[in-house]
């Protein structure tokens, strides 16, 4: 009899537990969501600022869709950005506000889609999987909202990997190849996920060769190696190669400063700051090492199982990609010095990373004491991180000084032919990183 009511109990028990954790990460979800608009609401300024009259010419010339689509700036294009800013900005009126607030809806979207990749990749959501919320929703990455505003630069990259991922997981090879080439051709040309450009064409090569692929499938894949190949030719079609930065130079005088510049890269998103004191470049260069290991150990992983294990596959492509974001970071930028890893708007690129980490280690949890005992600390990690004063100053002060400067231009009498406004000397092309 016991026996009995204790095999009724334990799915009762199982439902319940699956319910209370729902509702846990979706109030956490709730409120992360609500301080984020908070954060966009109380620090953003109606007026146009910086790169945005860079990546936003096309838009003041009337350009046409393709023409948006494909608008080059600096070392990037801004692709799918364009194409969504254009229609919002026509809606409001041109308000500034609404880039940052667009950019919000993304990464809540992006947060969205990393909890459905769990339950693709894992089953039902744990309590632990409150840190998804911590790590997408995060006001760490100020200059995303605060300062230019760009949804090509950091947002919709971020949501275009978490598609992509997703895509990863599907279970017909017809549906997975059409999905991924879709998904890259958006990727490549919007923002810096233009490193996916070299990526899916390998990867499509591994998952052609998954035992139980049959040759019709096979051919399917090698369309899509195609198709992904077409994407880069058109890509390059009429880029015109631009460093983020004057000074860019390569090789680097020091060579091993590019390790201590991407390890800075990737601890951004913990507060790490880059500075001049020697144990601070120690520890980044044993986070970019830790982190080339970690991709690694899962970029193995996925090819012993030939591609066939969901977590092993999303891992190395979300890990991957974040490395060699920091990396490319780091020899595009090093001249401008270590302090310039500092900038906020590069989290939304090491996201990715952190992301296929706790992936990781939650797999893990299940069979290893020591993954298990990483799980609280990964969540602390991720509370931690919210307090970090350098964004917070930098939302601040930019919001303040904007204020000011839009202030003064309201003070200025209403423009005359003769003195016509910056919005027409703006210039199509910029350097910016």
């Keep these: 009899m016991d026996s009995s009511i204790a095999l009724v109990a334990r799915p009762r028990m199982a439902w319940i537990g699956r319910r209370l954790t729902s509702w846990l990460i979706a109030a956490v979800f709730i409120v992360l969501t609500a301080r984020l608009a908070w954060f966009v609401n109380r620090y953003t300024v109606n007026i146009l600022y910086w790169d945005q009259w860079d990546f936003l010419a096309g838009l003041f010339a009337g350009a046409d869709p393709w023409t948006l689509f494909r608008w080059q700036h600096g070392p990037q294009r801004q692709g799918l950005g364009n194409l969504l800013i254009a229609p919002i900005y026509e809606a409001t009126g041109w308000n500034a506000r609404a880039d940052a607030a667009a950019s919000a809806v993304v990464m809540v979207l992006a947060a969205a889609s990393a909890l459905w990749l769990i339950k693709r990749i894992s089953g039902p959501l744990r309590p632990w999987d409150v840190v998804v919320p911590l790590l997408f929703l995060t006001t760490t990455n100020a200059e995303s909202y605060v300062v230019a505003p760009n949804l090509a630069h950091g947002p919709l990259p971020l949501l275009l990997l978490m598609g992509y991922a997703l895509a990863l997981t599907a279970e017909s090879h017809r549906v997975r190849c059409a999905a991924l080439v879709i998904i890259n051709f958006f990727a490549v040309n919007t923002g810096f996920t233009l490193l996916l450009g070299g990526v899916t064409p390998a990867l499509l090569l591994v998952l052609a060769s998954a035992p139980g692929v049959t040759g019709r499938e096979r051919a399917i894949y090698g369309a899509a190696i195609a198709a992904s190949l077409a994407t880069v030719a058109l890509f390059l079609t009429g880029f015109v190669p631009a460093s983020a930065t004057d000074c860019f130079q390569f090789p680097h005088d020091t060579p091993w400063d590019y390790v201590s510049y991407a390890g800075f890269v990737l601890a951004r998103p913990f507060g790490f700051i880059a500075g001049t004191d020697v144990s601070q470049f120690w520890v980044a260069g044993s986070v970019a090492i830790g982190t080339a290991v970690f991709v690694a150990y899962v970029t193995l992983r996925m090819l012993r199982s030939k591609g066939m294990s969901k977590l092993w596959v999303v891992a190395c492509c979300l890990g991957g990609f974040t490395f060699l974001f920091a990396l490319t970071s780091a020899i595009g930028r090093i001249c401008l010095g270590f302090p310039s890893a500092n900038a906020t708007r590069y989290i939304p690129y090491v996201i990715p990373g952190m992301f296929a980490l706790y992936l990781v280690i939650r797999e ?70």
């Excluded at 917070?392 to 231009?409: G, I, L, M, P």
């Design 364 to 433: 893990k949890a299940q069979s290893s004491p020591i993954a298990y005992a990483l799980l609280p600390v990964f969540l602390l990690a991720c509370l931690v991180k919210e307090h970090d004063d350098l964004s917070r100053n930098e939302a601040v002060e930019y919001s303040r000084y904007k204020q000011r400067w839009r202030d003064c231009y309201r003070t200025m009498p209403r423009w005359t032919a003769e003195n016509r406004p910056l919005i027409d000397r703006a210039k199509p092309a910029t350097t910016s990183g």
